[in-house]
Structures are given as structure tokens and as C-alpha cells.
């Protein structure tokens, strides 16, 4: 397709005034000549804001059935722009192809899964307790609860996810899923591959007959436009995910509205790896060498990167780190997604090396001429460094890590105690480690969001039973996830109905059961059948 600089406000292609900015090529550390983005400011966002208020009822009233044609429209759009979304989003992101190839099917796959989340309709969560008249000493009313949509979401396009986390993806198919129209401010780091994955969602809306206002792509340099947007009263919810300075900066915001609203950030997480004595003892060359892999993925450019590594010290730990590094020296250096990145993982890789008792036992292939490209690296110290040194448990973001080394278990239990919230932890464990993980678990599930045995973070699996979320400052709101089919529930609120006759209650809770749902009945689950 023929792709301009415009925004996408409803129906409209809008060229924005507030300035201009073209897209950059991170692998040659050069501007995208074409097209240029006209850049949006507070009129855009009123613009796009107004038509998702008035789109709202609308929208959010639409039969479950068309809500899940919509997001599976959008699947197929997406698919339908072929080889230039992936030449697009790769020379935006410095990206492999196989690597966005991958992350595209993610994205289809996580709209699919919401429009199979509609259509069985469990997360309205219908529960009805029928009137009990003659209860003594007092009846009891008919009661009935549902969840409907909270209203309009802005949605920020994260840096490192250009399809998966970004217009289409997991925020806005939950948020779209649950019946709340989206504004997206588009990545800065992706403009063109934004504008494209945008037309695929306009083009579904369309053909679709939707209210005009189910979504916009607006682009903003800057702070100004994102501001202006969660501030806008017409958002009831938003959804980031980027570092914890601009997670937070988001959250202060929303909570000084006149109206606050939640704010749903994924932020900050080094997901610790714990290797336990008799799994290293019997495998320790194989999980270096597998920990390599997993650091190294994608520019270790994931939220789930893992950037601890923990275990009590000994030869067997020595093992691990030699063939941790041995691994780690033969990995090609890789471009990052944007200089900032980049910049902020050296800062980050400085920081690390300059903390008295840390000692950097490996490094990738060095980078050469390569621009923005990352050079792999491993540090040791010990756990009292750790639990002196804040900024070792800084994300370095980037393909780094910290091997600790424990004196003895009980110096372990006192370093998971310490620290901060994470998305996973990780656990390596053989048949004879089960007794002391019991020992370290209950302390990780007050940690994590995700614990995993025998494999590593790195891979979210886009399901049912995923957690992509845990306790501050991993997330916001570690009640809630980003990835999977719960995550819809951020974006909804119950609603009780006490004695309204049937042809006013929503469908969910009709006698009739329109929409065939399960439904939670006087206390035990009923079938639509």
C-alpha cells in the first residue's frame, strides 16, 4: 500500500501540525527518507477522544458475535499486508525477519484467541441469585451481576514489541475485546510500521459498519500528546508498557484527574534464575549454555530477559559460569532498537562494572563499525554486593546479566526475600532440589507473577492460564496481566441489577440466556445447554 505521514482518527486521515519526524534505521543509524509524520497535539487527541465517547455505547453494546468478526478482520488484515510489513517493521527495528515474522503470528493469534474469548462469553462473568421472598427474617431481592467495558483506552505502542505490544496487539485486543474503543499513540521508534498495523484496523472498522470512534492511531513527539491523552476525561483506562520512569510518570498523571483512572504499565523486571545444587551439580554446562541462548534473544531486548542468576557457591557454580561465558563469547553483537536503547545499555553495562566486587567474567563478539549494536556481558559478585548495591538490581535491559553468589541457602532465602517485584522467576531444579525450592516458593509467588521450572523467561505464551504481571515495580498492578485471555479483565467493571424486569437486563442475565453463556446460577455453574 501507499502509505502517508497522516494519523488515523476514525474515518479520517489527519496530518498532524505540531511538528514533523521521519522514521530511523537503527541497523544503519540513518533516517527513513519516506514518508514523513506529520506529528498530533491536544487538538488530535480531542478529536480522536470525542469520537470514542460517542462511539462507546454503541460499540460496547454490539452483539459478542461481531465483536469477535471484528478482531478476527483485524487478524486478517494484518496478514494481508504481507512482505511489507515485515521489510517495514525490520528496517525500523534493526529486527530479523524470522524474529517479526514470528511476533506477526503472535499478533494474529492473540486477536484470534480474544475473539474466542467473546464468543464464549465466561469473562462477563454473569452470576444471578434469584429472589428469595419468604426468607426469613428478611427477603432477599433478586440479584444479578455482569461486567461491562470502563470506557475509551489509550494504548502506547512499546519499543520493543513493534507488532506484538504495540497498535494491535495485546492491549488493544483486550481493550477492543472487552467493548472499549482505542486510541493508540504509536510508537516513535516504529512510525511506519504503526501507520500500516493502523489501516488494518481502520479497514476492519469500516467494512465492519463499527462507530467510527473504535479506534484511532494518533503520533505525538514528545511527552505532550501522551499527556494530553490520559488526561483527556473522556479515558477511562490505560495501557504501557516501557521503563519505570515513564510507567510511573503515566500513573501520577491519571491520579491527579479530576477523575482518576488506572493506569495498567509493565515497567521494570530482571527475572531471577535460580540454579539449585544438585541441578547444577548434574547439568551445569548444559543450563549455561542454554542461559546464553535465552540472554541473548533478540538483543535480550524482552521484558522477560534474565538478568540474575542466583545459586550458592561452589565448583559447580564455577562450571556454570565457565560455560556461561563460553557461550556468551562466540554471540555476534546485535542491533539494538533505537540509540536510546542503546545508549541506555552501556550507561546500564558501565553502572554494573563499576560496583566495587563486581567482575565482568565474559563478553560477546565485539560490535566493530556496527552502529547501535550490543555487545553480550556477564558479571560476578557476591550476595552481600547484592543486598548493598541497589543498582545491581537495576535492568540493564539488554543482553546482560549478574551471576550472586550465595554463601550457604540461608544467605539465599535472605536475597529472594529482598527483592523487588518481578514478571518471573525462574527456577532449575532436579528431583533432589524439591525440598529446598518448598522452601524458597512461598516467598516467590509474593515476587513473581510467573514461576517457571527448567526452562527460561524469555517466550510468553499467548493462552488462558498465562500471567504476564506481578507486584511493583515489575507492573502497576500486579492483580492483572498483559498476555492472555485475563487480560481482558482490566479493562472491565461489574455491574449489579437488583430487581430490574428481564427485558431491561443485559443479555447475559436474561432468563432466556440469549447469548448461551455459563452462568453462575444460586450459586452453582449452569450450562447454556
Not at 494504548?155 to 497498535?167: C, E, I, R, T
Not at 488494518?200 to 513527539?221: H, N, R, W, Y
Not at 518471573?424 to 532436579?430: A, N, S
Request: aromatic share 6%; net charge negative; glycine share 10%.
Amino acid at each position: 500500500m501507499t502509505m502517508n505521514g497522516d494519523m488515523l482518527i476514525g474515518f479520517s486521515s489527519v496530518r498532524g501540525t505540531e511538528g514533523e519526524q521521519r522514521a530511523f534505521n537503527p541497523a544503519s543509524n540513518s533516517e527513513i527518507a519516506d514518508p514523513v509524520f506529520g506529528m498530533g497535539g491536544s487538538a488530535e487527541v480531542e478529536r480522536a477522544a470525542s469520537l470514542a465517547a460517542a462511539a462507546f455505547d454503541s460499540w460496547r453494546n454490539a452483539p459478542l458475535a461481531q465483536r469477535a468478526v471484528f478482531l478476527e478482520a483485524i487478524a486478517e488484515n494484518i496478514l494481508a499486508l504481507g512482505d511489507e510489513l515485515i521489510e517495514r517493521a525490520q528496517a525500523e527495528t534493526g529486527l530479523p525477519a524470522q524474529r517479526l515474522q514470528g511476533e506477526r503470528a503472535r499478533t494474529v493469534g492473540q486477536l484470534r484467541l480474544f475473539g474466542k474469548v467473546v464468543r464464549d462469553g465466561h469473562f462477563l462473568a454473569a452470576t444471578i441469585d434469584h429472589a428469595q421472598p419468604a426468607r426469613e427474617p428478611l427477603p432477599r431481592a433478586d440479584l444479578r451481576v455482569a461486567k461491562v467495558p470502563l470506557g475509551p483506552v489509550a494504548v502506547f505502542g512499546a519499543s520493543n514489541f513493534p507488532l506484538a505490544f504495540s497498535v494491535a496487539g495485546g492491549d488493544t485486543a483486550s481493550a477492543l475485546a472487552a467493548g472499549a474503543p482505542v486510541i493508540v499513540k504509536a510508537h516513535s521508534a516504529h512510525l511506519g510500521t504503526s501507520k500500516l498495523v493502523g489501516s488494518a484496523i481502520q479497514k476492519a472498522v469500516k467494512d465492519q459498519g463499527l462507530p467510527e470512534g473504535t479506534f484511532s492511531l494518533l503520533f505525538g513527539a514528545g511527552r505532550k500528546l501522551g499527556e494530553a491523552l490520559v488526561s483527556h476525561p473522556a479515558i477511562k483506562a490505560v495501557g504501557f508498557t516501557g521503563s519505570r520512569q515513564g510507567g510511573l510518570a503515566l500513573m501520577r498523571l491519571a491520579n491527579t484527574r479530576p477523575e482518576p483512572i488506572p493506569v495498567y504499565a509493565e515497567m521494570s523486571s530482571i527475572n531471577p534464575v535460580f540454579l539449585f545444587p544438585h541441578a547444577l551439580a548434574n547439568r551445569a554446562e548444559a543450563i549455561g549454555k542454554a542461559f546464553a541462548d535465552s540472554l541473548t534473544m533478540g538483543a535480550g531486548q524482552f521484558c522477560t530477559n534474565p538478568g540474575l542468576v542466583l545459586a550458592v557457591d561452589g565448583p559447580d557454580l564455577d562450571r556454570f559460569v565457565e560455560a556461561a561465558g563460553a557461550a556468551l563469547a562466540s554471540k555476534p553483537a546485535q542491533t539494538m532498537l533505537t540509540p536510546g536503547i542503546f545508549d541506555a545499555y552501556c550507561s546500564g553495562k558501565q553502572s554494573t562494572g563499576a560496583v566495587a566486587g563486581v567482575t565482568k567474567v565474559a563478553e560477546g563478539e565485539p560490535a566493530g563499525e556496527r552502529p547501535n549494536a550490543a555487545q553480550a556481558a556477564l558479571y560476578v559478585t557476591d550476595a552481600a554486593r547484592l543486598l548493598a548495591s541497589p543498582e545491581l538490581e537495576a535492568e540493564m535491559f539488554g543482553p546482560a546479566s549478574v551471576v550472586i553468589r550465595a554463601r550457604d541457602f540461608g544467605e539465599l532465602l535472605e536475597v529472594v526475600e529482598h527483592l523487588e517485584g518481578q514478571l518471573t522467576v525462574t527456577l532449575q531444579i532436579d528431583a533432589a532440589d524439591v525440598a529446598d525450592a518448598k522452601r524458597l516458593l512461598p516467598t516467590l509467588e509474593r515476587k513473581a507473577g510467573r514461576i517457571l521450572a527448567n526452562g527460561f523467561p524469555t517466550g510468553v505464551e499467548v493462552c488462558h492460564a498465562m500471567v504476564h504481571g506481578g507486584p511493583y515495580p515489575s507492573t502497576s498492578n500486579a492483580m492483572f496481566t498483559s498476555v492472555g485471555a485475563t487480560a481482558i479483565d482490566r479493562f472491565l467493571r461489574p455491574v449489579c441489577y437488583q430487581d430490574l424486569p428481564d427485558n431491561l437486563l443485559p443479555d447475559a442475565l436474561r432468563a432466556a440466556n440469549p447469548l448461551a453463556v455459563w452462568r453462575l446460577v444460586d450459586g452453582a455453574p449452569v450450562s447454556p445447554v
